[in-house]
């Protein structure tokens, strides 16, 4: 399993936590809206050495906090994915896992026995095939969605979903049917799509959500969820000086 990427040092992947990230190649979905199109076919990308990953989260333990592993999917890499997650631990910084659940024999491996200190999953869409079809790209079993998330939100790690919003796929009316599927969750951010770079060649062109349409969608969340975060209120029409697409 190759490392395609890494930023030594970020606040913004692990919410409290100073973290180094490691991307991880292929993912078995194709999300519209996804920035990361070149880890879906890694070949030509330069592998990151990992023993020097490794090297620099030892040097820097006390100032990092931890390691944020993400991709593409990182599940797919089975035990690949336990034995980097093993050598970071052994560097003494804490590990978040980041995926879109599709896996849950592998994400309950991540929650037993303390293997991970954080999970992010990724909800695409409302759990219905149709629905996932939509954004992702792909027939997902959107059981093994649901099974992750439920195993997630009773596993007591510390975790959150993440929302991805994007006007004219996944909006408030999306958002009201996913919250009861996310009863119980510890947090939940809804995030704002980037348009830069969207495998979706057509949403680059695409004005994101408004803040106070960002803000409306937290409260949707609000009752079903212990804590709500909204990120991209600054990247919305507003902020970039342009109007909203009309109606």
Not at 81 to 109: F, H, S, W
Request: charged share 20%; hydrophobic share 40%; glycine share 10%.
């Amino acid at each position: 399993m190759d490392i395609k990427g890494f930023i030594p040092n970020s606040l913004l992947e692990w919410e409290g936590c100073v973290s180094c990230v490691l991307f991880l190649p292929f993912c078995n979905l194709r999300c519209r809206y996804c920035h990361a199109g070149h880890l879906l076919d890694p070949a030509g990308l330069p592998t990151v050495d990992r023993q020097e990953v490794l090297s620099y989260m030892r040097r820097n333990r006390g100032w990092l906090d931890g390691a944020v592993i993400t991709g593409g999917e990182p599940t797919l890499h089975g035990h690949e994915l336990l034995g980097l997650i093993g050598d970071i631990r052994a560097t003494g910084l804490k590990v978040m896992v980041e995926t879109n659940g599709t896996c849950p024999d592998q994400v309950g491996r991540l929650l037993s026995d303390a293997r991970v200190d954080a999970v992010s999953m990724d909800v695409k869409a409302p759990l219905d095939r149709e629905s996932y079809q939509q954004v992702t790209g792909r027939d997902v079993d959107v059981g093994t969605v649901r099974a992750s998330i439920r195993s997630i939100v009773a596993s007591g790690i510390p975790h959150e979903f993440r929302i991805t919003v994007v006007p004219g796929l996944v909006g408030q009316a999306e958002v009201e049917r996913i919250a009861p599927e996310l009863s119980g969750a510890q947090a939940v951010a809804i995030q704002n799509f980037q348009p830069d770079h969207c495998l979706d060649a057509g949403l680059r062109e695409v004005l994101p959500f408004m803040p106070d349409e960002m803000d409306a969608m937290g409260q949707v969340l609000a009752g079903a969820v212990q804590r709500v975060v909204i990120r991209g209120r600054e990247r919305g029409p507003a902020a970039r000086g342009q109007r909203p697409a009309p109606a």
